[in-house]
C-alpha cells in the first residue's frame, strides 16, 4: 500500500493543479471581460481575479476555500506554470520591442522616459528611508538598505508598454501625438525598467559582496555581447532558413528552447531570468513581418493567452489586505501619491517644454503612470530574490492596479491630434503593426 500511496499522492497533486487552472481560466476571463465593459484593460480584471481568489477576499469566507481550493503542496507546481508562461510572455515583449516606434520621436521620447524614470526613482529612493525599517527583514533574513531603495525606485519607475497599447487602442489615441509619443516613452521605459532590475537582481545575488558583484556585471555584460553579437546572426540565418522552407513547429520549438536557455543562463549569472527571455526575444529578427507573425509571434500569444491567468492567481495569492496595520494603510497612500508624481512631474515637464498643451501633456503622465502587468513582473521577481516581504507586496500590487485602473477614466475626451506620418514606415509594405499587436486584450 505504502507503494502506492505516493505516485497516488502524486497524481491527486496534478489532478488538482489541472482543476486549479480550469478554475483560473474561466475566473480570470470573465473578470477580464467585466473590466473591459467598464473601459479598463483586462489585466485589471484578470489582476482583480488574482486578488479575489487569494486570503483578501475568498480567504475571509468560512471553510478556509482559498486553502482549500490552492492547498499548500499544489501552489509551487501553479508557479511552475506560472513561471514558463511569463518566461515565454518575456520572450514575446522582447521581440515586438520595435526600434521605428522610438525613431518617430527619438530625442522627445528619450526626455520623456529619461524624466519620468529619474524623477520617480528619485521619489522612490527618497521615499524607502520611511518604508525600511518596517520591512527590512524578510523571511528571517535581513536585505540591505541599498537593494531595498534601489528596488523601490525601479517599482516606481515602471510603465506597462502592452497595457498601454490596449488602453490608447479603446480610447482611439493610437494615432494622436500624445499616443505616438507615450508609446515610444513606454517602449524605452520598460527596457531601462529591465536594466535596473537586473542591477537590482546583481545587488541582491551578491549580497554586499563587491568581488561577487563584479563578477556578475563582469558575466552580464559578455553574456549581453554575445548574445548581440553571436546569436543573434545565427537566429536570423535560422529563421530565414526554416521560414523559407516553412518548418514552423520546429523553429518554434526551438526558439521556446532559446528563451529557456537564455532565462536559465542568465539565472546562472545571477540577474533574473526574465532577463534573459526579454532579451532573447529583442535580439529576434523581425522581418519577413507579416510571416513571422502569423505562424511564431501569434501562436506564442496564445500559450501566454492560457499560462498568464494562472502567473495573476499565483501574484493574488501572495496578496493579503488582512495583513495590513492601520500605519500599513498610510504607507500605501504614500506609496501611490509618490507613484503617481513621480510619473506626471516626470512627463509632463519635458511635454510641455516640447510645446505640448496642458491637457496633451496631462494626458501623457496618466498613460505613462500605467503599470500593469510589467510591475507584477518585477514585484514577483522581488520576491523570489527575497526583497519584499508579504506587506510590501501587497501594498505594491495595489499601487500597480490603482494606478493602472486609473488612466483610462481620467483620460481627456477630445479629438486626437493626429502625428506626422512615418515616411520610413510608410515605404516599408512589410512593415510590422507592433501597435495593433500589443492592443490585444491578452494584457
Known amino acids: 500500500m505504502n507503494v502506492l500511496a505516493a505516485p ?38 484578470e489582476i482583480t481575479a488574482g486578488i479575489l481568489l487569494g486570503p483578501s477576499v475568498l480567504g475571509l ?16 507546481l501553479l508557479s511552475a506554470v506560472s513561471q514558463v508562461g511569463l518566461i515565454l510572455f518575456m520572450f514575446v515583449v522582447g521581440w515586438e520591442f520595435e526600434k521605428r516606434l522610438v525613431r518617430r520621436h527619438a530625442g522627445l521620447a528619450a526626455g520623456v522616459s529619461l524624466s519620468s524614470i529619474a524623477v520617480a526613482f528619485g521619489l522612490g529612493v527618497a521615499l524607502a528611508p520611511f518604508l525600511y525599517p518596517e520591512h527590512a527583514v524578510v523571511a528571517g533574513h535581513e536585505i540591505s538598505f541599498a537593494a531595498f531603495a534601489t528596488f523601490l525606485g525601479t517599482a516606481m519607475s515602471v510603465t506597462a508598454f502592452p497595457v498601454l497599447a490596449r488602453i490608447l487602442s479603446e480610447n482611439k489615441l493610437l494615432e494622436s501625438r500624445v499616443g505616438s509619443l507615450s508609446l515610444a516613452s513606454a517602449a524605452i521605459d ?18 554586499g559582496d563587491y568581488s561577487d558583484l563584479a563578477r556578475i556585471g563582469l558575466l552580464s555584460v559578455v553574456y549581453v555581447v554575445a548574445m548581440l553579437v553571436v546569436v543573434r546572426p545565427l537566429v536570423a540565418r535560422l529563421v530565414w532558413r526554416w521560414a523559407a522552407a516553412e518548418r514552423w513547429s520546429p523553429l518554434l520549438a526551438v526558439l521556446c528552447a532559446g528563451a529557456l536557455t537564455s532565462a536559465w543562463l542568465t539565472t546562472w549569472i545571477g540577474i533574473h531570468a526574465i532577463f534573459g527571455a526579454f532579451l532573447f526575444g529583442f535580439i529576434m529578427p523581425r522581418e519577413p513581418a507579416l510571416v513571422l507573425a502569423q505562424h511564431l509571434r501569434r501562436p506564442m500569444d496564445n500559450v501566454s493567452v492560457v499560462l498568464l491567468p494562472v502567473f495573476f492567481i499565483v501574484t493574488g495569492l501572495g496578496v493579503d489586505l488582512g495583513s495590513l496595520t492601520g500605519g500599513d494603510y498610510i504607507a500605501l497612500a504614500a506609496i501611490v501619491f509618490v507613484a503617481c508624481a513621480g510619473k506626471l512631474i516626470g512627463a509632463i515637464i519635458p511635454a510641455r517644454l516640447a510645446g505640448f498643451s496642458w491637457r496633451e501633456s496631462k494626458d501623457l503622465g496618466l498613460l505613462m503612470n500605467t503599470r500593469g502587468l510589467t510591475e507584477l513582473i518585477i514585484l514577483n521577481a522581488a520576491v523570489s530574490l527575497g526583497v519584499l516581504d508579504g506587506r510590501m507586496f501587497t501594498m505594491l500590487v495595489i499601487m500597480a492596479l490603482l494606478t493602472t485602473a486609473m488612466a483610462g477614466p481620467l483620460l481627456s475626451r477630445r479629438r486626437p491630434v493626429p502625428v506626422d506620418p512615418d515616411p520610413e514606415a510608410a515605404a516599408s509594405p512589410a512593415a510590422p503593426e507592433p501597435v495593433a ?5 491578452r494584457a
Open 8 to 45: 497516488a499522492a502524486q497524481e491527486m497533486k496534478l489532478a488538482i493543479m489541472l482543476a486549479d487552472i480550469a478554475l483560473v481560466l474561466v475566473v480570470g476571463a470573465a473578470l477580464g471581460r467585466l473590466a473591459q465593459k467598464v473601459r479598463q484593460p483586462a489585466v485589471v480584471g
Open 61 to 76: 469566507l468560512p471553510g478556509d476555500l482559498t486553502n482549500r481550493i490552492f492547498p499548500a503542496e499544489v501552489r509551487p
Open 190 to 207: 520598460d527596457l531601462l525598467a529591465w536594466c535596473l532590475l537586473a542591477y537590482v537582481s546583481a545587488l541582491v545575488t551578491a549580497d
Open 437 to 441: 499587436d500589443l492592443a490585444r486584450p
